[in-house]
């Protein structure tokens, strides 16, 4: 037994062992090692061998012969440590998120027309209006699913089917814009915007060609100067209305088709933070204005008349 213990003992500590003089007839002793690391005991009964290594700071080994009941299997709820119940705590599996929706991919071109003159504030806002118009049409966009407008010619309705939408902006004088309207729209006269769609919905293809949105630069500036607004603004204002034809809208149909489009024009440009009215309202108010003019021109002709004519009858009487 003292053989068994030793060599049991040896692969853990170092530490020599005592023993009884009488081979064979161990003799009870306990005693506490210097390292006070484990405990060695021995049971004076003979046929009874009782021994027991502990290892209180370290759990190197442990051999147990005694009456103790072993140490209870590791199961579901507990824990083999101390005895202790504990929980087996399942790992939460990450939940897979739906997939994103695709947002299509926007193509912007801005072009001058080459007989504008060379102008650093034409490049300016040309370089400007490449950056605003994509806000303008991914705010466009968001309302074509949740605004209900009756007018609005829905062929172009789910952009985000789309992978790429393509869509041009040029700058250009008044004889130009005048050749494109003769030739678009039969009207042989300069116009502030033109929209010209290109797109085909019986076509199923990955890319919508929205179309060209054409400015005159030589009309916006004069609207610019007569509504008391800068020309980056009414370019803003022309692009607005020239995007919204593009995407179904059309005031010239009927006064119903005329409020909604104008409706959608000061939304726009009051979210984007945009300075100006629409160009509906504009156009509106500059005709209203002008016809009020015109009226108190009449009046004050009539009323040079009148006092023209007492004038000429005081000199009559006069005389």
Not at 32 to 39: I, K, Q, V, Y
Not at 95 to 107: A, D, G, H, V
Not at 133 to 153: E, G, I, N, Q, W
Not at 167 to 194: G, M, P, Q, Y
């Amino acid at each position: 037994m003292a053989r068994f213990v030793a060599r049991g003992i040896a692969v853990a500590s170092s530490c020599p062992l005592l023993f009884s003089s009488a081979v064979g007839v161990p003799l009870f002793r306990l005693r506490r090692l210097a390292s006070e690391h484990f405990w060695f005991a021995t049971s004076s009964q003979a046929g009874a061998p009782f021994f027991s290594i502990f290892f209180p700071l370290r759990n190197h080994l442990s051999i147990s012969a005694c009456s103790r009941s072993p140490l209870p299997s590791k199961c579901s709820g507990e824990s083999v440590r101390g005895y202790r119940k504990g929980r087996w705590r399942r790992r939460r599996t990450a939940r897979k998120k739906p997939p994103k929706e695709s947002q299509p991919e926007l193509n912007v071109m801005i072009c001058i027309e080459e007989d504008l003159p060379e102008d650093p504030d034409i490049k300016s806002i040309a370089e400007i209006l490449r950056m605003d118009l994509p806000m303008a049409m991914a705010l466009a966009f968001s309302h074509l699913d949740v605004s209900h407008y009756k007018t609005r010619d829905t062929a172009v309705n789910d952009v985000n089917k789309f992978e790429k939408i393509k869509i041009s902006l040029l700058l250009c004088n008044d004889d130009f814009i005048r050749r494109l309207n003769k030739e678009w729209r039969d009207e042989d006269h300069a116009t502030d915007v033109l929209s010209m769609s290109q797109h085909i919905p019986e076509l199923n293809i990955p890319i919508l060609m929205l179309g060209d949105i054409v400015i005159s630069i030589d009309t916006a500036s004069r609207q610019a100067v007569e509504r008391a607004h800068t020309l980056l603004d009414e370019m803003r204002i022309l692009m607005v209305h020239g995007l919204l034809h593009l995407l179904g809208f059309d005031h010239e149909i009927s006064d119903e088709a005329e409020e909604e489009m104008e409706k959608e024009e000061e939304l726009i440009l009051a979210k984007l933070g945009w300075k100006g009215k629409g160009l509906i309202k504009s156009a509106y108010d500059s005709h209203t204005d002008g016809s009020h003019q015109a009226q108190d021109l009449d009046v004050a002709d009539n009323g040079k008349e009148k006092v023209d004519a007492l004038q000429l009858l005081d000199r009559n009487l006069t005389t």
